[in-house]
């Protein structure tokens, strides 16, 4: 079984370095980490703390809105791909089954968003060094917990995106349906609470459930944990000022299971695929 | 030993029936070719036996298994019409890919290429094969771990005819060496003597099943006779022969098969006015059609 895993995993991870998807995520992950880390440098200097966890707080206002978005990018052809190029009929009478053709595929593209993420984010802390010198690496504990709950975040667009995959069966209405899906969990969720709070004015919303909405999106989560652990909620605006009014286990336990919830949905989407 | 059994196969789309109480048995080592138009069921009775889509009605066995069950897609090998692979990979990365999936040593690939005629291709992306370089490794990817059946889905569609010739020796020799093979064409002239059985569908229904020598004879298709009288002798010979017509210069007529010596016998008696003459029996796509039709 690992051996079939693993070996989708090697040829979907060759196809995506073909395919430029590696080159370019972490290029894209490179230049926004170093405009941020050398635009963000500057007034840290009166706040009293280090430079790299004040970068790592603007990192994360960036890796919410770009890790989702690359995730989505590189899976939303992973089965609806398939099935177009007419590889999908084989590919099924092989002994291989559903959910280790997904998760092979999932571990693959999963590599690819850890490499952009571990990569993008070094640039940071190598900006961080040279311009404040060692006593920056305070920061390096932000900095890696910025790194495994951006992988975390990444599984669960990756799945997301296999989902849509599933549904859509063709590449073009994957696309739209992933792009539809970032717009809505990355920017109309966060607008719909803001709203809401308006409207409600301080009652019951506000206070009881408002804070379970936030947690129940991952990307809200992500950011809530990275922004409350770092102590850097100050540099932080708009909804992540909540951040400090949650327990950190809420966001962190809606960190580890959505990837698991998101990867079953994609299994349940998978297996009414009809090639 | 039988591999593969079809019982009453059923399959709806709705309110259309794409197959109909189909009844079918492969035995090892036995090459069977399924027959039929565009839409008759071909494609839809390789997926039910394949275990992609589920039966309506009815029962398949792979060598005892239901279809699908890791048992049978172990034993089973399918290439399916116009086959694709990702363009990114090359030939030999995606046959590594598919021997590690069965199980197998991915060092057997270069052989399997060398088999197919890709031994030199195999580096090359399969983006920049030809489609007849791709439907070849899609026999390569096949022919791995010695299947007991295998599902070949209009296989020599794409390839040229000394490819076609080669291909079919391949398949001699999985056949001797045990393996049942099912593989679908459009026309009965592609499949002609290199297959043990024939199994004609239309609109779903198994309307004719047996050796190509059966299927010759159930179908009674007349014989077409050809006479080329000797010069000055046209006259003579169309009076000798009044159901023939003339053109080109060529008596030609049909005749029932069973007439077929006293056909002989009228033309030897007339040899001097025979400059040459032709006995054609009826051609397979003749045959194929005939039956078709008369199921129609």
Known sequence: MFGRILSTAR???????????????VAMMMMFSLVLSVAGSAPSGDLGIDRLSVTVASLTSLS???????ALLISFDAIAGEAERGTLPLHLTYPLGRGELLFGKLLAQLAVVALAVLLGYAVAAVVAVWGGGLQELAGLPALVRLIWTSVLLGAVFLSLGHLMSCMARRPSGAAGMAIG?????????DLGLLAAIVADDGGAFTTRIFP??????????????NLAASGAVGAASGLSGAANTIAQWKPLLSLVLWPVLAALLARAAFQRVQP | MTILTLSGLTKRYGAQTALDGVDLTLAAGERVALLGHNGAGKST????????????????????????????RALTAYLPENAAFHPALTGREQIRHYLRLRGDDPAKADGLLERVGLGDAGRRRIGTYSKGMRQRIGL?????????????????????????????????????????????SHALSEVEARTDRIAILSDG????????PELRIRAALPLTVHLRPRDGQADQLASAFPE?????????????????????????????????????????????????????
């Open chain 1, 11 to 25: 040829i979907e991870f060759a196809i995506a370095v073909r395919n430029r998807w590696v080159a370019i995520s």
């Open chain 2, 140 to 184: 390569a990817q096949a022919l791995i771990g010695a299947p007991r059946l295998m599902i070949l889905d209009e296989p020599t569609s794409g390839l040229d005819p000394v490819s076609r010739r080669e291909f079919y020796s391949l398949l001699d020799e999985l056949s001797a060496a045990g393996t049942a093979i099912l593989l679908s």
């Open chain 2, 244 to 296: 023939a017509s003339m053109a080109n210069g060529v008596l030609s007529f049909s005749c029932p098969a069973t007439d077929k010596l006293a056909v002989m016998g009228r033309i030897s008696g007339l040899a001097p006015q025979i400059d040459d003459f032709e006995v054609l029996p009826p051609s397979l796509d003749d045959i194929y059609s005939h039956i078709s039709r008369r199921a129609a």
């Open chain 2, 205 to 212: 229904r198994l309307v004719a099943e047996g050796s190509l």
């Open chain 1, 64 to 70: 919410v809105y770009l890790v989702p978005l690359i």
């Open chain 1, 181 to 189: 899906l970032w717009l809505v969990a990355i920017v109309l969720y």
């Open chain 2, 45 to 72: 009775l390789m997926k039910l036996v394949l275990g992609l889509i589920p039966v309506d009605a009815g029962k398949v066995s792979v060598a005892g298994h239901a279809p699908g069950s890791s048992v049978a």
């Open chain 1, 212 to 225: 379970w909405l936030l947690v129940a999106n991952p990307a809200d989560a992500f950011r809530i944990f």
